[in-house]
C-alpha cells in the first residue's frame, strides 16, 4: 500500500511569511503527527490529531497550528516565519489506537528554508 | 534538554565490528522504539520494546529496554555499511496520544 505522502517536499519562504504543509497518510490510518526536525534539537513534537481532534499539542508557539479532516489528510501552518523555523516538517501516520506502542510510518518530510 | 539523552553521537566502524548505542533517561517510559533514518528520508521503525528487561532480536540487530524502563540499547554485530545511518531512540509515556520523545541521535557511519 502507499506510504506517507507529504507535499511540498522543499519550501523557500522569507521571513513574516506563512507557510502551510501537507500529510496524507496511509489509507486505514487515522492518526497523524507532526514532527520538526532541526540539527541542534533533533525531532520534537508539534501535535497530533486522531479522527479530526487534536489529542496533544508540544510546546512550540501559537504560530504553529494543525487541522485534520474526515479523509484523515492532515495540514500544518506557520504564520509568520521566522529564520528558526528553517526545519525537516515530518508527519507520522498510523492507526490511532494504541498510541504507546503503534507502529508510526513518516513520511520524506518537507524541508523548509525561512530566508 | 534532551529527556533521553543517545549516546555516543557519532560512531565510525570498520564492517565486521560490532557497535552498541545506548539510550538513557531518568523518566519512566511506556514504550521505547528505535528508529532508522537515512539522508532525504523520514526514520522508519526497527522495533518496539514495551515490558522491562525485554530483549528483542531481529537478525544482526539486539534490542534492550532497562528493567526500570528508563533506559535501552541497541546492539549490531557485524556491522554491514548498510547499517549505516541516524539511530533514534524515542519513548512514549501512558496517555501521550502519538507524542514521542526523541533523543537526539547517534549517527553510525560502516565503511568497507
Known amino acids: 500500500k502507499a506510504g506517507v505522502t507529504q507535499t511540498p517536499r522543499y519550501l523557500i519562504k522569507t521571513r513574516g511569511q506563512q507557510v502551510t504543509l501537507s500529510c496524507s497518510p496511509i489509507?486505514?490510518?487515522?492518526?497523524v503527527s507532526w514532527y520538526q526536525q532541526t540539527p541542534g534539537q533533533g525531532l520534537q513534537f508539534l501535535f497530533e490529531?486522531?479522527?479530526?481532534?487534536?489529542?496533544n499539542k508540544g510546546n512550540f508557539p501559537g504560530r504553529f497550528s494543525g487541522r485534520q479532516f474526515s479523509n484523515s489528510r492532515s495540514e500544518m501552518n506557520v504564520s509568520t516565519l521566522e529564520l528558526g523555523d528553517s526545519a525537516l516538517y515530518l508527519c507520522a501516520s498510523s492507526l490511532g489506537g494504541q498510541p504507546v506502542r503503534e507502529t508510526r510510518y513518516f513520511g520524506p518530510g518537507t524541508r523548509l528554508l525561512v530566508l | 534538554t534532551q529527556l533521553l539523552e543517545q549516546s555516543p553521537q557519532f560512531l565510525s566502524i570498520q564492517e565486521g565490528e560490532n557497535l552498541t548505542v545506548y539510550c538513557n533517561s531518568s523518566?519512566?517510559?511506556?514504550?521505547l522504539q528505535w528508529y532508522r533514518q537515512e539522508p532525504g528520508e523520514g526514520p522508519v521503525l526497527l522495533v518496539t520494546?514495551?515490558?522491562?528487561?525485554e530483549v528483542k532480536k531481529l537478525k544482526r540487530l539486539t534490542f534492550q529496554f532497562g528493567d526500570a524502563r528508563k533506559d535501552s540499547s541497541l546492539h549490531i554485530t557485524a556491522a554491514q555499511p548498510g547499517d549505516t545511518g541516524l539511530y533514534l531512540c524515542?519513548?512514549?509515556?501512558?496517555?501521550?496520544?502519538?507524542?514521542?520523545?526523541f533523543g537526539a541521535g547517534t549517527q553510525v557511519v560502516v565503511t568497507p
Open positions: 524515542a519513548g512514549a509515556m501512558t496517555d501521550s496520544w502519538g507524542k514521542l520523545q
Open positions: 523518566s519512566v517510559f511506556s514504550s
Open positions: 520494546v514495551v515490558t522491562g528487561g
Open positions: 490529531y486522531f479522527s479530526e481532534t487534536q489529542r
Open positions: 489509507s486505514g490510518h487515522r492518526s
